[in-house]
């Protein structure tokens, strides 16, 4: 299983940059796919996760209304369209999959522990 991460840089406060997640190796069908952050000195977050099985979608509050996840499943890759992007939104930005599962839900969000393949991780920053 292979997570390969993109599409990360420098923007300033109200610009948008989108991150793919190019993934090999599973049956997305069977598995979720998530989008987690982490500052230096904070804790990973969950930020946006995308189950293959039914292609529900789930968000955390601090990026609900301002990023998208959405796959294509022709390309085995997940995106992250982040808008209305802020200082604080700057972090190294990890894809994980995770399953299967009997139901994926947001509460998977809060708990990384669950994925079981993650990405190297690309870094997005924000300036002001």
């Known amino acids: 299983v292979q997570l390969v991460e993109s599409g990360g840089g420098l923007v300033q406060a109200g610009g948008s940059l989108r991150l793919s997640c190019a993934h090999s190796?599973?049956?997305?069908?069977?598995?979720?796919i998530a989008w987690f952050r982490q500052a230096p000195g904070k804790q990973r977050e969950g930020v946006s996760g995308?189950?293959?099985?039914?292609?529900?979608?789930y968000y955390s509050d601090s990026v609900k209304g301002r990023f998208t996840i959405s796959s294509d499943n022709a390309k085995n890759t997940v995106y992250l369209q982040m808008s209305s992007l802020k200082p604080e939104d700057t972090a190294v930005y990890y894809c994980?999959?995770?399953?299967?599962?009997?139901?994926?839900?947001?509460?998977?969000?809060?708990?990384?522990?669950?994925?079981?393949?993650w990405g190297q991780g690309t870094q997005v920053t924000v300036s002001s």
């Open positions: 190796g599973i049956i997305f069908d069977d598995y979720a």
């Open positions: 995308i189950s293959g099985t039914d292609g529900s979608t």
């Open positions: 994980a999959a995770g399953g299967p599962w009997a139901y994926y839900s947001g509460s998977y969000l809060n708990r990384p522990y669950e994925y079981d393949f």
